[in-house]
């Protein structure tokens, strides 16, 4: 069973900047597209930010220019840069990992991905 671990998260003003990172347990991590989804309180999960296994990334429109997600596959680690935080980025963070080659028009939904981590809390006060 993979598991995904992220760390990361805190409490930082507006404007701030913070780096999430998600340790995978397995060597597979770099085989598909792992993504990060984030989860304010009273609302549904949503995508933020994916890259695929060749390293093509897309994102939110609501945090394209300012958030920037990467991988490191010798390390099995995702990273989420954070920068020009806003109020409303305020919720938990979870990276999530597909177990399968996903389409461009199934990588922003939740159940195109099999493994997820714990999640990681992050707070933008204004």
């Known amino acids: 069973q993979v598991q995904l671990v992220e760390s990361g998260g805190g409490l930082v003003q507006a404007g701030g900047s913070l780096r999430l990172s998600c340790a995978a347990s397995?060597?597979?991590?770099?085989?598909?597209?792992m993504g990060w989804f984030r989860q304010a309180p009273g609302k549904e999960r949503e995508f933020v930010a994916v890259?695929?296994?060749?390293?093509?990334?897309y994102y939110a429109m609501s945090v394209k220019g300012r958030f920037t997600i990467s991988r490191d596959n010798a390390k099995n680690t995702l990273y989420l840069q954070m920068n020009s935080l806003k109020a409303e980025d305020t919720a938990v963070y979870y990276c999530?990992?597909?177990?399968?080659?996903?389409?461009?028009?199934?990588?922003?939904?939740?159940?195109?991905?099999?493994?997820w981590g714990q999640g990681t809390q992050v707070t933008v006060s204004s």
């Open positions: 999530a990992l597909a177990n399968r080659p996903l389409s461009s028009d199934s990588l922003y939904y939740t159940g195109s991905y099999a493994y």
């Open positions: 397995e060597r597979t991590f770099s085989s598909y597209a």
């Open positions: 890259i695929n296994r060749g390293l093509n990334t």
